[in-house]
């Protein structure tokens, strides 16, 4: 499976801060040309989180999206899930996975751990997570991807103007959570995203 190039991160929080549904923005996100979207909510009960898996995967499906489980195997095999995504703390995954990296430590460990890509992240401030850091920067997270041993998706405070900058310095892979989840129109940020990264 192709590594994803415009990964869309679901959060229903922000989703709601906007008047907005969870299903909605991700149909309207896919529908503009989101090719992967990953299921986060891990802050549901697991019953809860399995069934919203399954409504999410299959609006991805319909919109030609595939989809990724956040750190849950057992939930993203009972979603049919085309994959999973692992944190950092995670154990080591098997089948087609990616993992939550930070350093080029990480995304070493996550090439020899049988990783298909890593997220490599906060390239800026976001507001998901306030404080976190040190974040990387267009040209720190250029430099990391350029040597790493997997394909590396850049994550953290990107809206179209950073996807844009990133992929002038080399960096063509993005994944996005708050400035899709907590736009109005959704569908108008990932088309401009999907310029960025195609340009």
Known sequence: MSVPRLLILTD???????????LDTVAAAVDAGADTVLLRERDLPRNERCRLALDVAAVARRGGARFLVSSDPAMAAAAGAD???????????AGWHGRSCHDADALERAANTGAAYATL????????????????GVEGTAELASGAPLPVVALGGIDPATAFELHEAGVSRVAVMGAVMGSTDPGAVVRRLVAAVAS
């Not at 229903?12 to 969870?22: C, D, E, F, K, S």
């Not at 994959?83 to 995954?93: E, I, M, N, R």
């Open 83 to 93: 994959g999973l995504h692992l944190t950092a703390t995670d154990p080591v995954g």
């Open 121 to 136: 992240s906060p390239v800026a401030p976001t507001a998901s997570k306030p404080g976190y850091g040190p974040t990387i």
């Open 12 to 22: 229903r929080h922000r989703v709601r801060t906007v008047g907005g549904q969870l």
